[in-house]
T-cell receptor
Framework: KQEVTQIPAALSVPEGENLVLNCSFT??????LQWFRQDPGKGLTSLLL?????REQTSGRLNASLDKSSGRSTLYIAASQPGDSATYLC??????????????FGEGTQLTVNP | SAVISQKPSRDICQRGTSLTIQCQVD?????MFWYRQQPGQSLTLIAT?????????ESGFVIDKFPISRPNLTFSTLTVSNMSPEDSSIYLC?????????FGQGTRLTVV
């Protein structure tokens, strides 16, 4: 059974800092990995999708890397801003015989960027 | 990308009542997924809804408690039945099979 762990659970940084969020997963046979942002009480916004054959994806100030063999992904946020404050979720998709595929979520990293 | 509209965005309900959550997608999709996010927790899949067939429920979730409808390829509903305070959660619908997953804005349910 796939398990996804995110470290740290919470992070507080001053505005302007570069930061790294970590995600690890137990089964390396993944189809893809996706990073999401969730604002309090809201739904999920997709940030980056990395296919299993890819090593990294970039969007603006965000960069996500994937090391499938070691079961790790990182989300790098450059020059953080107060508007980046949210919970960041990592989700891993694995293929399954019966259900097609399954998305397994980590518990998230709650990020606070202080002005 | 898919745009998903979910209604209501939030509700406060009395215990013992039921609430139906609607999910509308701007394109036709084969599967729609319903998740629950309990306070301080991550997302747990409730069920997968295919058009024209019964939903497939995950372990720990049953149709009597969470009946799902999927009348066409762009719409689904999830009902939370006979609610108790333990049902207070965010409920989310999602699309995207084998590709990028997209989520609705979520329904924040409080049962009093």
């Amino acid at each position: 059974k796939q398990e996804v762990t995110q470290i740290p659970a919470a992070l507080s940084v001053p505005e302007g800092e570069n930061l790294v969020l970590n995600c690890s997963f137990t089964d390396s046979a993944i189809y893809n990995l996706q990073w999401f942002r969730q604002d309090p009480g809201k739904g999920l916004t997709s940030l980056l999708l990395i296919q299993s054959s890819q090593r990294e994806q970039t969007s603006g100030r965000l960069n996500a890397s994937l090391d499938k063999s070691s079961g790790r992904s990182t989300l790098y946020i450059a020059a953080s801003q107060p508007g980046d404050s949210a919970t960041y979720l990592c989700a891993v998709r694995t293929l399954e015989e019966t259900s097609g595929s399954r998305l397994t979520f980590g518990e998230g990293t709650q990020l606070t960027v202080n002005p | 990308s898919a745009v998903i509209s979910q209604k209501p965005s939030r509700d406060i309900c009395q215990r013992g009542t039921s609430l139906t959550i609607q999910c509308q997608v701007d394109s036709q999709v084969t599967m729609m997924f319903w998740y629950r996010q309990q306070p301080g927790q991550s997302l747990t899949l409730i069920a997968t809804a295919n058009q024209g067939s019964e939903a497939t429920y995950e372990s720990g979730f049953v149709i009597d408690k969470f009946p799902i409808s999927r009348p066409n390829l762009t719409f689904s509903t999830l009902t939370v039945s006979n609610m108790s305070p333990e049902d207070s959660s965010i409920y989310l619908c999602s699309v995207g099979e084998g590709t990028e997953a997209f989520f609705g804005q979520g329904t924040r349910l409080t049962v009093v």
